[in-house]
């Protein structure tokens, strides 16, 4: 199974940028589709953006759509999430997660492989 570890966390003011990324180990990730999910205090875990293996097909929630970017390197095993102009309701643990397959998928409940989150925060 594949193992993931979340970086780039970390405390920013409103408006600036933050990029995380998400390293995987133990098989490649090019037959994944990975995704970034977050969760708040208080609050459900939550998709915030996913892509196909290949990378020629994203979603992003509403909520962040412009503001953030997906991408992925399988030659590196690494996912990216390229977030900017940044908001304090931004602020969550963020996890990345792998689901077997081509293509995307938005339920949480179908991924398989999560990694232990990194804290962003936001501060106004």
């Known amino acids: 199974q594949v193992q993931l570890v979340e970086s780039g966390g970390g405390l920013v003011q409103a408006g600036g940028s933050l990029r995380l990324s998400c390293a995987a180990s133990r098989r490649t990730i090019s037959t994944y589709v990975m995704g970034w999910f977050r969760q708040a205090p208080g609050r459900e875990r939550e998709i915030v953006a996913a892509i196909s293996w290949n990378g020629a097909s994203t979603y992003y929630a509403e909520s962040v759509k412009g503001r953030f970017t997906i991408s992925r390197d399988n030659a590196k095993n690494t996912v990216y999430l390229q977030m900017n102009s940044l908001k304090p309701e931004d602020t969550a643990v963020y996890f990345c997660?792998?689901?077997?397959?081509?293509?995307?998928?938005?339920?949480?409940?179908?991924?398989?492989?999560w990694g232990q989150g990194t804290q962003v925060s936001v501060s106004s």
């Open positions: 997660a792998a689901k077997p397959g081509y293509y995307l998928a938005t339920d949480i409940k179908v991924y398989d492989y």
